[in-house]
Every structure is written in C-alpha cells, then in structure tokens.
C-alpha cells in the first residue's frame, strides 16, 4: 500500500522539496507531500520567534491530513532554539487533530544522533552568533552537547539555500577535523543531503543532514523500508529510535 508523507515547510524555503523528492525518486509506494506557513528569517527578536507558533503550524498539519497522509514531519529545526519542549508539544497536539504519527526536524537529529550513539557531535548551521548559542544550549540540555561547531551568521532564511555545496563541505570537514563522530546539518534549507554519503567515506564520520534524517524518521513513523535510501548515508543503515 502507497505511504504519504506529509512535510509542513516553511515558505521560503527552497531545499526541503526537491531534495525529499529527488530521494525518493525510484521508491516504490512512497510519496511526499508539502504544506507551508510563512517563515522569513531566523533570529531571536520577538517578531522572528513567534512565527512559530502553534497556531500558524497546525493549520498546514490539517491540511496535510486532508491528504491521508500516513506520517507528518515539522520539517523545520526551530525547536533547537525555541526548546526541544516545543517540538514535543506540537507533535502532540498534531497528533491529536489528526490522528497521525509526527516528528520534527529537531527531533529526528536527535533521535539519529542517539542512534548512532554519536559522542561527539559537530554542529553545522547557516545561523548568527547567538542563535548557534541558543542551539548549543539547547542540545545540551538533551545530552548532547556540540563538540565543534561552524556557523554562516546569515539571518534570511532564503539565503540559507543559496549557499553554494563546496560551502557545507567546508564546514563539516572543519568540525570533523577537530575530532566530532558526527556532523549534524542542522537546517532544512542548507543543501547537504547529497553530501552525506560521500563526506561519510571520506572522513570516517557519520553526517546527518536535517532534510535526510527528516524523511528517515518520517519513513520509519509511516512503515516504510528505510533501507531502501541507504546510498544517502549510515543513517538509512539503522531503524533503531533511542527515546
């Protein structure tokens, strides 16, 4: 039976789409689907942080649900700043709309770094300086506190796509460099889910970037075969979910 997932996307992002899509392109019985709400710029003032809010978010899930999709994903890594509690809580009440099984970008991260029991964790994001320092506070709070770290300071969100892939790569060979297991791409904007597999072999470390490891913890929450995208990384090589 074909599985639906649903992806809530923020509106000026412009990676998540045709990278989801490009992955499950040859997958039999997979499709994804998309519904956006308006997200401009990242940044810790008042106006940036509210539009996240549930109230914004749940209307793209009831849309998703129209769809009968068989999983939905928050495919946004807000939480990471605004807390983990966050994430949590949206699921839950999706869920309860719905009646369908939800994630997050941010908890798929941290579900794929418990997964592969990562130690060291290098974080890589396109965000300012004091976003990343919420970040890192944040995962802390979870246990999981970045190891190493490189960062863009960009603020507008559509920026975050047009950030060449030499770019991400630079960065995740600098974190590895400094002794991380593994390399989170923390951003659903950045383009680095084609980078993953190569960058594995080449350094010897695990790379997660948010829109893989979104869909692989979407295709484990609808019953798909996650084994099926292993050419995009370890991560498809592991279902096992450590809460």
Not at 65 to 72: F, G, L, R, S, T
Not at 80 to 103: H, Y
Not at 176 to 184: I, K, R, T, Y
Request: hydrophobic share 50%.
């Amino acid at each position: 039976m074909r599985k639906r997932l649903g992806m809530i996307t923020p509106s000026s992002n412009s990676v998540l789409e045709p990278v989801t899509s490009t992955m499950l392109h040859g997958i039999d019985g997979v499709s994804a689907h998309f519904s956006r709400f308006r997200v401009t710029e990242i940044a810790l003032d008042a106006a940036a942080l509210s539009q996240f809010d549930a109230s914004a978010m749940l209307p793209a899930a009831d849309l998703l649900a129209d769809a009968k999709v068989d999983a939905i994903a928050w495919n946004g890594t807000s939480a990471s700043w605004l807390g983990i509690g966050r994430d949590r809580s949206l699921c839950e009440a999706i869920t309860a709309r719905t009646g369908v099984p939800t994630t997050t970008s941010t908890l798929a991260c941290i579900d794929a770094v418990r997964a592969l029991d990562a130690k060291r964790v290098g974080l890589v994001s396109p965000y300012t300086d004091d976003v990343q320092r919420r970040i890192a506070d944040v995962w802390a709070e979870e246990g999981i506190a970045p190891f190493a770290e490189r960062h863009l300071g960009l603020r507008d969100n559509f920026s975050f796509g047009e950030v060449e892939p030499t770019t991400i790569a630079g960065m995740i060979r600098a974190v590895a460099s400094e002794g991380a297991d593994a390399v989170v791409i923390l951003c659903t904007n950045l383009d680095g889910a084609a980078l993953a597999a190569a960058l594995e072999r080449e350094l010897n470390v695990a790379v997660l970037d948010s829109v893989a490891v979104t869909l692989w913890r979407t295709l484990g929450l609808a019953g798909s075969d996650i084994a099926a995208l292993a050419k995009w990384g370890r991560i498809f090589q592991t279902s096992r979910v450590i809460q």
